[in-house]
């Protein structure tokens, strides 16, 4: 059994990147690893979600997941972020996150990490692959190990085969369009497979 340590942090305006990251921790617990779900910061006004019934909905859904904090990066071997996106790039509220992360980035608490990425669109061409790559090229200068899932199982193509990272389409009534639940907890155990690889070469 493993003992990697992840921790699965995601931003999620109506609930779609919380399902993600909650596959992803059932994916990751399958294959051994120690499991920590986190949400990030919200920064967007009380009185605009208050508006948008979806989205009090996933805060009210979401109130007891604890908000990720440095320690907790510190605290994992391994991360999987999942978030919408938000015109090819990922949300302001994770950027925020990860921009405040420089404490323990300049002290090399974030070197030899394994991370991998979901993202969820309003369609297939609104930016899926531009958000995970905005998200890994942070992950670069963390001196992080970006672990993509690539074509490394035929889930993937089920799930709109992204190699980049699982993404899902989003309906206007807030529905997931492909079935990516499979590919999600692949990710995951891939993850947690790299992690091991990378835990048993630093000992």
Known sequence: ??????????YSM?????????????????????VKVFKVEELAPKSVIEGNEAWKSTVEAT???????????EWADAFIFSVPTRFGNMPSQMK??????????????????VVSAMTSAGNPHGGQE??????????M???????????????????????????????????????????????AKRTVTVAEWVQKGNQ
Not at 130 to 139: E, F, G, H, K, Q
């Open 1 to 10: 059994m493993s003992n990697v340590k992840l921790a699965v942090v995601f």
């Open 141 to 187: 200068h963390w001196g992080a190990i970006i672990a993509t899932p690539g074509y490394t199982d035929p889930v993937l193509y089920g799930a709109g085969g992204n190699p980049y990272g699982t993404s899902v389409t989003v309906d206007q009534d807030g529905k997931m369009i492909e079935d990516v639940e499979g590919a999600v907890k692949h990710q």
């Open 14 to 34: 109506s609930g779609t990147n919380f399902q993600l990251a909650k596959w992803a921790e059932e994916g990751a617990k399958e294959a051994g690893a120690e």
């Open 63 to 73: 109130k007891d997941v604890p908000v990720a904090t440095s320690d907790d990066l």
């Open 130 to 139: 531009a958000t995970l790559l905005s998200l890994y090229t942070s992950m």
């Open 96 to 113: 925020q996150f990860l921009d405040i992360q420089g404490g323990i980035w300049a002290s090399g608490k974030t070197v030899n990490k």
